[in-house]
């Protein structure tokens, strides 16, 4: 095993990584952490958009792990590449109710379960709509008038849309003009654009499962940059590939040779 040889506690850059400076390496993650908390106090919806690899499931699913329990419910839905009525029967599964037949029927016994939620429980949902970019134009074309509380007198409960980046564009449609008016804050998360702050995620990543000096040549960092794309799961992936061919080589330091062979190990497949 490849963390034996190098001496680490762990898998470098896991998927459950929970050390909020982690994430922090990206570009617009402070404004994240921020829109997060004003919707702690204020519900509302949120958009928040990057390219694949970025880390935004990853970002938003850090700052939800820390929300106080049970003052807080977190409702995550992700398969929503279907139709409209069939997330909503997905939010009722996730809310313990039997999914009704007939949308009518199904609104309301949400909304009631949203209600008594909130007002009899005084818990706090936070419904989080991953790869969002899939959702049908009917689910949001009409999801506004779902939000619609006590004669739109209430924002009941937070909503984040999390996808890739076409998603933004679909919401400036017309058609959706009613459910784009509800979204108090929109954040995009950036790669790694610079080695600066590549750097900085590198060597944070290695040292928090107890990495000792540097494992990687500097024109093996390089090499590195400039294949992920500066995408930290990339990064991950490259990084677990060449410990495991630098330990399969009886090497103790990983230097360009290696990375190049994770490189076309990855291509390869």
Known sequence: MYRQRFGLSGVPFPKNARDKTFFQELEGYKRLERSFQMLREEPGVELLTAEPGVGKTA???NLALGLPRPEFRVLYLSDTNIGAVDVYRGLALELGLKPAFRRAALWRDLKERLLHMVDEHAEQPLLILDEAHHLSERFLADFSGFLNFAFDSRDLFTTWLVGQPQ?????????HAALRSRIVAAVHLEPLASRELFTAFLEHGLGAVGAKGSLIADSARELLFRASGG???EVGKLVRKALRLAHERAENFIDEDVVEAAIGER???
């Open 59 to 61: 970002s938003i699913r």
């Open 167 to 175: 998603l933004r564009e679909r919401l400036r449609l017309q058609v």
């Open 231 to 233: 995408l930290p799961r």
């Open 267 to 269: 291509v390869e497949t």
